[in-house]
């Protein structure tokens, strides 16, 4: 199989936020898709180690901020390169609004928000698809919708000629950089089931950067 064919499919990129207790987080998506009209109902499929997929599994609400071509990769990096786990990733960030079911939304290089209530999960093995409900959501812009492939060509920064002795592989999903000599081991000696850290893709989609 040509691997390749799958990245011809396009996706748009969200913002999926929960709250539980007092805890708010959320993460990168781009596997959000409205799937039926009568009732509104969508599909959001996430990795099991994302902090944001416990929380939406035990809370059964989320919400989804649809990423418009305004963003830079600043917000990407705030939600889709670190955890909750570890960070307060509303610390400092000013461009959220709380909507009616008390979780965070995105005001700013976003183009609208959805409010949604889990009715069904499936479990995928590494992920969780929610079906859920949309209950709620609102228009904030008329800038386009940002997909993977914008986010490729213009948002996402380009890997660095590295001054590294060592090769360096990028992850082609989210872009984190494995560097043999700062991390010490080989690639290739890297356990099979090992998956990038950033967005928990498997090592057959990182490719080699600098060929020796
Ligand atoms: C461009 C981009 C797209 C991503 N897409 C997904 C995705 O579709 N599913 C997923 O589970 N994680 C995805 N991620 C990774 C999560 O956003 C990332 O692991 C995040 O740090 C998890 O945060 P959390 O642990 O606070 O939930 C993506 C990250 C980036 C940068």
Redesign the pocket.
């Known amino acids: 199989m040509n691997k390749n064919s799958l990245y011809s499919i396009s996706y748009g ?1 969200f913002v999926l936020s929960a709250r539980e207790g007092e805890k708010d ?1 959320g ?5 959000a898709i409205q799937v039926t009209s009568e009732p509104t109902q969508l599909t959001v ?3 099991k180690g ?4 416990g929380m939406i599994d035990r809370t059964g609400k989320f919400n989804l901020s649809v990423i418009s071509e305004a963003s830079d990769f600043s917000l ?1 990096e705030r ?7 570890d960070v307060d ?1 509303s610390d400092g960030f000013q461009d959220v609004k709380r909507s009616e079911n008390g979780i965070l939304y995105v005001t700013q290089n976003c183009n609208a928000y959805l409010s949604c209530t889990v009715v069904n999960k499936i479990d995928l093995g590494t ?1 969780i698809m929610f079906v859920a409900t949309v209950d709620d959501g609102d228009v904030l812009s008329r800038e386009p919708s940002m997909t993977y492939a914008y ?1 490729f060509a213009n948002v996402k920064p380009k890997p660095k000629p590295t001054a590294s002795s060592g090769r360096v592989w990028v992850c082609r999903i ?1 872009g984190f950089v494995y560097d043999e000599e700062k991390e010490g081991t080989p690639f290739e000696a890297l356990p099979a089931d090992w998956v990038c850290p ?3 893709h498997p090592k057959s989609d990182f490719e080699l950067m600098n060929k020796q």
């Open positions: 990129l987080n993460c990168i998506t781009n596997t499929a996430v990795n994302n902090y944001t997929t990407f939600f889709g390169f670190q955890s909750g786990r990733k992920h986010y989210c950033i967005c928990k």
